[in-house]
């Protein structure tokens, strides 16, 4: 049986490591640390699978259709191994309609860099937006995507002149990601419809996890004063660097005397459970952080643990609809054990709990196996957070530059009103199709 810790992997383009947060949840690994392949079915020396539930299927069908290929197939050069092979293990996997359930070739595995808090890559995250496309969430500031023009709410069109249509989060991740140096060219479609082809060269990215300096660089309330009373962190990624930098935020916080903190996950990918989980922790002295639900209806928590670091002092979690996984994690955890007020809109919905398995080729297959559930047993995949007090940018805050999610924020930590009341009007809940709307559904 498998006992490893379970994580959620980063999402940033062109990440070292192998996918997006958004599109696959919490991994665990085979637990042993030897890197071996768990293996699910063996296959005996013909080529058959040996579980009884596909003794009728003989994968040896695939190698003799490689066979008449090779020999028959009037182009040549179009028949690449490797290429078919992938495409085989991709066209099964793709069957089962499961964004977290997917193959990584061997190629991405060995390049990968972990969760050290840096890649190689252009340096912005993605997630699928209407229609099935690719829009870029957000450059990471001073990094070759940004320097180049990328823009949060970019649609990317095109990558090295082949079309993202029908593309999942992974295989844009995947195609755009690669090592420093290496060059890689994008056609983005802007917010105002114009169109740019843009050569963008890929550089090692350190991203600073935890960042305190406010939008605009001072904190200030819808009117224009200056808040100095409370304290502002943006959390960017839950990375193994994270957890220190948080701590030392909160601490320099509350020697500070801040009456209150602002937590900021908009546009938060997610990371590393074991991080999100301990720095969740901090804010509680009892409680359930997180459960997850089995594919036998099994479920299991984790358990907040007594003397965290901030337990008393007034939080309030700023969410987007780009919040995802180890965001969504935090933000219902904090929400639903009474700790915090959470602002903003419904966050992603990506909470699936997945396998890494080596394969012997050197890849990695990831299925999914389980779903995570907020304290108060709400399945999370496909719905969101929502937030307490829904605040939604408008046109007008996005032309003026005006953070309404973030005033709003600052006004409930100190019993004020300048938050436009435009920002506050409900809008309407996207539908999922499918998707559970109560909790525990």
């Known amino acids: ?60 069908t695939l190698n003799e259709i490689l066979e008449v290929l090779e020999d028959r197939y ?48 252009i340096g912005a995250t993605v997630s699928e937006g209407e229609n099935g496309e690719i829009v870029i969430v957000a450059p990471i500031p001073n990094t070759p995507a940004e320097r180049a023009g990328i823009r949060s709410g970019d649609v990317v069109l095109e990558v090295d002149g082949e079309s993202t249509e029908g593309w999942t989060q992974e295989k844009a991740v995947l195609r755009i990601r690669g090592p420093k140096g290496s060059t890689v060219t994008l056609k983005v479609r802007h917010s105002d419809g114009t169109e740019e082809v843009l050569e963008i060269v890929r ?49 320099d916080a509350i020697d500070a005397g801040k009456r209150g903190i602002i937590i900021d996950v908009r546009n938060n990918p ?36 007594s003397g965290g670091l901030a337990t008393d002092i007034p939080v309030v979690i700023i969410q987007n609809r780009f919040s995802a996984s180890g965001a969504e994690v935090f933000a219902a955890a904090l929400q639903e054990n009474g700790r915090a007020t959470v602002v903003g809109e419904t966050s992603f919905g990506k909470g699936t709990v997945n396998i890494a398995q080596d394969l012997p080729d050197g890849g990695q297959v990831y299925v999914t196996i389980a779903q995570w559930l907020t304290p ?66």
Not at 89 to 112: F, H, K
Not at 216 to 239: Q, T
Request: glycine fraction near 10%; hydrophobic fraction near 35%.
């Open 270 to 305: 997610g990371g590393l459970l074991v991080t999100t989980i301990e720095m969740a922790d901090e804010f509680l002295d009892e409680g359930v952080i997180l459960s997850e639900r089995e594919r036998d209806g099994s479920e299991s928590s984790h358990e907040a643990e």
């Open 74 to 121: 009037y182009n040549p050069d179009l028949i690449d191994r490797e290429t078919l092979y992938q495409a085989a293990i991709n066209g099964m996997l793709e069957t089962l309609s499961d964004s977290g359930t997917y193959y990584v070739d061997p190629i991405t595995i060995a390049t990968g860099e972990g969760f050290s808090g840096t890649f190689e890559g």
């Open 376 to 441: 108060n047993g709400t399945v999370i995949d496909g719905v969101g957070v929502r937030p307490d007090v829904p605040v939604t940018l408008t046109d007008e805050d996005i032309d003026l530059r005006r953070d309404s999610q973030l005033f709003k924020a600052i006004d409930i930590l100190r019993g004020t009103n300048t938050t436009p009341t435009a920002s506050l009007t409900p809008q309407p809940r996207p539908t999922v199709a499918g998707s559970p709307t109560e909790p525990g559904g």
């Open 203 to 251: 550089d090692e990215i350190e991203v600073q996890s935890i960042e305190t300096t406010p939008p605009g660089g001072v904190l200030e309330d819808g009117e224009g004063n200056l808040i100095e009373d409370v304290a502002y962190i943006h959390i960017r990624e839950f990375a193994q660097p994270t957890l220190e930098q948080f701590r030392q935020a909160v601490q």
């Open 1 to 60: 049986m498998l006992n490893a810790a379970r994580w959620t992997v980063l999402g940033l383009l062109a990440v070292s490591i192998v996918v997006l947060a958004f599109a696959i949840g919490y991994v665990i690994s085979d637990g042993d640390g030897d890197g071996t392949t768990v293996v699910v079915n063996d296959q005996d020396n013909d080529g058959r699978i040996t579980d009884d539930r596909l003794e009728d299927v003989d994968f040896s």
